[in-house]
């Protein structure tokens, strides 16, 4: 019903920087928050960053002033998260996530991407 669908992942040098985007589509009558995770090989998925509909937005420590988490203007059901600096420690499967009301349903449901792989590496 809901499909997410992740891009822009890849190898980079440290320092350097990456776009990734997110677009929501299928049965979707609203989406509230949409964010990103992600998740190191051995080491339990964690927030990334998110954003809700209002465009409030919130960041895990050890990416503040390096990643910025967006929503497109034209369409709210697309979410970019722009990498910059990156590091070694950011290598990572990176998921996305949205937080979707279908047309069919009555309240929020969480809904994952596939993930795109993020490596960080000289």
């Known amino acids: 019903q809901v499909q997410l669908v992740e891009s822009g992942g890849g190898l980079v040098q440290p320092g350097g920087s990456l776009r990734l985007s997110c677009a929501a589509s299928g049965s979707i009558f609203s989406i509230n928050a949409m964010g990103w995770y992600r998740q190191a090989p051995g080491k339990q998925r964690e927030l990334v960053a998110a954003?809700?509909?209002?465009?409030?937005?919130?960041y895990a420590d050890s990416v503040k002033g390096r990643f910025t988490i967006s929503r497109d203007n034209a369409n709210k059901n697309t979410v970019y998260l722009q990498m910059n600096s990156l590091k070694p420690e950011d290598t990572a499967v990176y998921y996305c996530?949205?937080?979707?009301?279908?047309?069919?349903?009555?309240?929020?449901?969480?809904?994952w991407g596939q993930g795109t792989q993020v490596t960080v590496s000289s």
């Open positions: 996530n949205a937080d979707v009301m279908t047309y069919s349903g009555s309240n929020y449901l969480p809904y």
């Open positions: 954003i809700t509909s209002g465009g409030s937005t919130n």
